[in-house]
């Protein structure tokens, strides 16, 4: 259609630019997270995460092992040798050291004073001598190597370096009392009954808004279209009262009703506008065979509007699973056993809210699901999508 | 007992019990109570039929009824009664007394300056989205990268912004991003974006800005495609820019989805709660009356506030509730 005017349009580099600025401007947020989830604490604390991908540049302070232990005479000096990296029990062995030393110092007013291989001479015969790698050799006479390490000043590099570590404990440590594991499980237990119960009711229901004719349809479907947008917040005391009063109380049977009615209006309205669209000769001919409404609905409708039961899933499945306000006023109770993943990060972002390498741990864990479901998923969720709102 | 056998368990009752309600009851009233033969066969299927839609929708009526209906109602009498006096009626004292918290007016600015500017900022951008990919041959990945978000969940969503807002003291790297850009132009310290009083309510909207994006995007490109190859044939002949044909010819002609898409995220933004509690609980003058409402119901224990706040977001919503219902109800006919 673009070509019809005859010039290729010479805007279409500026639109393919203008796409990738607006496409990495969307993802940038959760790239931050993703690559923040595999950092370790010290890398996440020292530099942002876009310096990830490349090597960090950091400047620690290091100490040469205790000279009262450590030296020994050689040719009638003193000396201390090592590691600087084995002292301070970052590494085990010096082979194992993973940055490398561009510049150091032995004051911390001049940290850069010397490159790496040069010997310093800190006056009267003390020397010391630091190498890329850590390994230092200090030499000096009995007393100035007596009393505490000398302090060494490095600006190191160190390669990018990715963990795992951070999902291990989130994830997997037993002993973890903040980790997602318990809160994972929950969350599972509520979106799966909250997400098929729905659909069944509301199927039925939608086959006979859609194809049955009585008395008062037309005021039912008006109904449905309103209480698709009550805001749920009116529901909130109302129902916990009455869950309270016959017997539920908080727990796993009130949330999965309270999710259970809360999409019934989206799942009767989305299934009611597939179902109408259906061929009626097929509905008619199965009638003039003599089908009931009921093997008419379980034979034909039901698989027929599949890709409508599927984009209600999907709804369904990301709203329950990202819920937070439904599981705080129905589920989560004093003793937090039933705690939800959301409920979980938000009190991390309350206690732990420096800690970025749990919280984006545990932010990724609970987005890793839906962005599953999603990216399989995204026809049938497009799909409702227009179905639900351009009618 | 184990919550994930429970669930099961669940699942198996729930779907079994559905199946079975709409198997059995459909067969009693078939063979039981007007079965289909004898004399008055014919009278008995169509008492039956008459009889079977409600069959259908009992369940969801149900739910419907006592889920969402029967609140708004209960909601309505709550905020007109007082729970510390047993319930008794105290007329508009609930009202009165939130109309003069100052935090309630704060609720509802901010609630209007999210009504002005997310539905607006997420629909131009959307469509801004949708006309742009719609054009080039890697589009659909593109438009699976912006809808992304629709997949994250709020709290989650929250953390990565908290990230991005995110400030170290001015001796040390920064690791939000906002500041270590706002360093990098020149800026003297780094600044804790979510503490500044009016803008924050910005740096909060940019999350749902970023979330609702891709649902305008996916809604106005399938309208954009919509629109009847003539029309923009017409205006290219008649020698009309690009920008013209986007403005004067495709825009006009889905403004109908336009208006549905603002309607959409309009709703969303009335009911925003988990953004603002899980970033700042509504401290720094960020408080929005979803969070006020859990603020006062929940913290406070006052159920008649709460109500009367909850009332007000229904308020709020009505005007589109009655005219999604026109809508329906026109196209129904």
Redesign the interface.
Known sequence: MDNIAGKKSGLTWAVHISVAALVLLWIFPTLGLLISSFRTTDQIRTSGWWAALFPAVQNETLRAADPDEARFERDGIFVVEGNLYVVDGSVESAADVPAEISVWGTSSREIDAYVAGETADMGDGETMTVQSNGDYIWTGDEDQLSGRGQRVFVTAESPPEFTLGNYQSVLFDPGNREGMSRAFLNTLTVTIPATIIPILIAAFAAYALAWMDFPGRALLVAAVVALLVVPLQLALIPLLSLHNDIGIGKGYLGVWLAHTGFGLPLAIYLLRNYMVGLPRDIIESAKVDGATDFQIFTKIILPLSFPALASFAIFQFLWTWNDLLVAMVFLIDSSGETTVMTRQIVELLGTRGGDWEILATSAFVSIAVPLVVFFTMQRYLVRGLLAGSVK | MN??L??LI??II??GG??GY??FS?QIL?KVLFPARGENAGRNINRA??I???L??G???L??G???????V??LR?SLTDRSLGGAFVGGDNYAQMFADEKFWEAVRNNFLWLLIVPAASTA?GL??AQ??D??SW?NI?K?????????????????????Y?ARPED??????LN?VYLQLGGDSPITWLTVPFWNNLFLMVVLI?IQ???AM??LS??LRGIP?ET??AA??DGAN?FQIFFKIKLPQISG?IV??WT?IT?VV??V??IV??MTNGQWETQVL?NY??DK??RAND?GV??AS??I??LM?TP??VW??YN??K??R
């Open positions: 919550p994930a429970q669930g669940t699942i729930g779907v559905c199946v709409f198997y459909n078939d039929n008459a079977r839609p409600w259908f929708m369940p969801a009526i739910a419907l006592l889920y969402l209906a029967y609140p708004v209960e909601t709550l951008f801004l989205a742009l990919t054009r080039i589009g593109a699976s990268l912006i809808f992304m978000p629709m997949a994250i969940s709020f709290v989650g969503a929250a953390v990565i912004f908290k990230l991005i995110d040390v790297q920064q690791i939000g991003i270590a970023w994006t891709g649902f996916v809604i399938a309208a190859e923009v044939e290219i002949v690009p989805t549905v898409v959409t709703i009335l009911k709660f988990d509690f899980a979803a409402m859990y119901m929940f159920w709460g109500s909850a009332m977001i229904m919503v589109i509730l999604n219902v329906a109800r196209e129904m």
